[in-house]
């Protein structure tokens, strides 16, 4: 697999997440956690049933323990995170905080062995952060008041353990991506754990909710989860992270698109500053790699 194709399939982990906030609505009043043990549950099934006609795919799931941290504390870790950080703070400002993670993808990208950060790569992700900075900032004052400092520092971990997760998976490139499977599972019971200790149950209300909620399994918490690991393995890492500042602004156009959000003037600034920045990214040399 070529660099070029290896960063085309994780670039579509990027689309998938676009959906993330679209589909999340559409499945109600469904608690975080409640959400992430079953959307989790269904993204891990997504790779093992391939296993049906591939069992040695099973073999994935032999690991060092390293690895498992790593896996678990990617996809549990980030997402527990997250969710603590939404509960304790301003979702606005705590996403604009959280979205620090694709510029700290560039820069920790520098840190891989063979890896060449250069000059385009940051100016091109701190344009896809002012991107995103311009669409949450268009949605009103932001609140930095000391009570939600919990919840930042929340987010703030939160773009340090995705980050790290996406950067780290390089040094594990021989891991098969069937493992991920295996750290989905493992997280949808972690999740159910903590859906168990804090919160209430509440089921779906409609076919289309549980519809939203299977589709949310097989793409944004599911296959964008798969085609991201090849990505980071095996793509160009750095114009990856670049690329993940169009999940925002996608979304927000596809919650226009449905109603769920109004058209602004700073949506398409957003956009445009995002795709600026995404083009300085590729208007530099191939690393020595490629």
């Known amino acids: 697999m070529t660099i070029r194709t290896a960063t085309s399939i994780g670039f579509t982990a990027v689309l998938f997440w676009s959906l993330l906030a679209l589909l999340t609505a559409a499945t109600g009043r469904i608690p975080p956690f ?33 690895v498992w941290a790593l896996g678990l504390g990617g996809l549990f870790g980030y997402h527990a995170l997250y969710f603590a950080a939404l509960r304790l ?23 891989l062995p063979g890896e060449r950060l250069r000059r385009a790569h940051v100016v091109g992700a701190l344009l896809g952060f002012a991107g995103v900075v ?23 971990v939160a773009a340090f353990v995705w980050s790290g997760y996406s950067v780290l998976s390089r040094r594990f490139g021989e891991v098969p991506t069937d493992a991920v499977a295996g750290f989905c599972l493992v ?23 549980w519809l939203a909620l299977l589709a949310l399994g097989l793409g944004p918490v599911g296959a964008a989860f798969y085609v991201w690991d090849i990505g980071m393995k095996r793509g160009d890492i750095r114009l990856l992270g670049v690329a993940s500042y169009a999940t925002p602004v996608l979304s927000t156009l596809l919650l226009v698109l449905a109603g769920y959000a109004p058209a602004s003037l700073t949506l398409a600034l957003s956009c445009g500053l995002i795709v600026l920045g995404a083009l300085v990214a590729t208007l530099t040399p191939r690393s020595r790699r490629g």
């Open 34 to 66: 409640q959400l992430a043990a079953m959307t989790f549950l269904v993204g891990g099934l997504v790779g093992a049933t391939t296993w049906i006609r591939r069992p040695e795919g099973m073999k994935a799931l032999r690991q060092k323990p390293v």
């Open 89 to 111: 703070a301003p979702p606005a400002e705590s996403g604009l905080i959280n979205y620090l993670w694709p510029l700290l993808i560039v820069l920790f990208s520098s840190f």
């Open 134 to 156: 311009v669409l949450i900032a268009g949605r009103g004052p932001l609140d930095a008041r000391a009570e939600y400092v919990p919840g930042y520092l929340c987010a703030f």
């Open 187 to 209: 997280t949808a019971a972690l999740s159910l754990v903590c859906h168990w200790l804090f919160e209430t149950t509440v089921w779906p209300e409609s076919g289309m909710q």
